[in-house]
């Protein structure tokens, strides 16, 4: 069955790096487009990153709130998505999920990772 | 970027309750619409895509409808698992954004 599995979450310095990592199996990694949704406590969710598939070349989009921040990537050797963040504010602290991406259905996320928590504080 | 309004906030109900959530989009999203259940501690599932398909394993009761800028998410009756938060999300243009959320709590 699909899985998703998020690691590197934790506690951060304001102005510091952290580097998260998504584990995926269960299905082909690399026919997939993926995404970084993240929520932070007590509120709503936020698209904040895109990566294309493999066959769709390399389109990646990032929300303004971490445009230039943050660094998506995959290894589909690795079955693997990554967000390097960088800069890291107060603001950023939230639940980070890894979600496969669907543009067939409504352009949905239909399998998502448990989450990582994602703490920026001095 | 789309703003995505749902309402109302938060809702309480009982369960075998008929009970409607409705998404509004800031401007037309054709039927780029989906909806998501959420559970305290775990991450959103998608149970509905292109306004009114449902996704494959979730229960009958949910139904989704709409087009343009109106949309709602409808469960013909509350179990207890259903008791959760409901967000909608446009996949019309990036930004993709997702609404408030709805709580759906026991009466």
């Known amino acids: 069955q699909v899985q998703l599995v998020e690691s590197g979450g934790g506690l951060v310095k304001p102005g510091g790096s952290l580097s998260l990592s998504c584990a995926a199996s269960?299905?082909?990694?690399?026919?997939?487009?993926m995404t970084w949704i993240r929520q932070a406590p007590a509120k709503g969710l936020e698209y904040i990153s895109y990566?294309?598939?493999?066959?769709?070349?390399?389109?990646?989009y990032y929300a303004d709130s971490v445009k230039g921040r943050f660094t998506i990537s995959r290894d589909n050797a690795k079955n693997s998505l990554y967000l390097q963040m960088n800069s890291l504010r107060a603001e950023d602290t939230a639940v980070y999920y890894c979600?496969?991406?669907?543009?067939?259905?409504?352009?949905?996320?239909?399998?998502w990772g448990q989450g990582a928590l994602v703490t920026v504080s001095s | 970027d789309i703003q995505m309004t749902q309402s109302p906030s938060s809702l309480s109900a009982s369960v075998g309750d008929r009970v409607t959530i409705t998404c509004r989009a800031s401007?037309?999203?054709?039927?780029?619409l989906n909806w998501y259940q959420q559970k305290p501690g775990k991450a959103p599932k998608l149970l509905i895509y292109?306004?009114?398909s449902l996704r494959s394993g979730v229960p009958s009761r949910f139904c989704g409808s709409g087009s343009g800028t109106d949309f709602t998410l409808t469960i013909s009756s509350l179990q207890p698992e259903d008791f959760a938060t409901y967000y909608c999300?446009?996949?019309?243009?990036?930004?993709?954004?997702f609404g408030q959320g709805t709580k759906l709590e026991i009466k």
């Open positions: 979600a496969r991406y669907i543009a067939a259905r409504g352009r949905s996320f239909d399998y």
């Open positions: 269960g299905f082909t990694f690399s026919d997939y487009s």
């Open positions: 990566i294309s598939n493999t066959g769709s070349g390399s389109t990646i």
């Open positions: 401007q037309s999203i054709s039927d780029y």
């Open positions: 292109a306004a009114s």
């Open positions: 999300q446009q996949g019309y243009s990036t930004p993709y954004t």
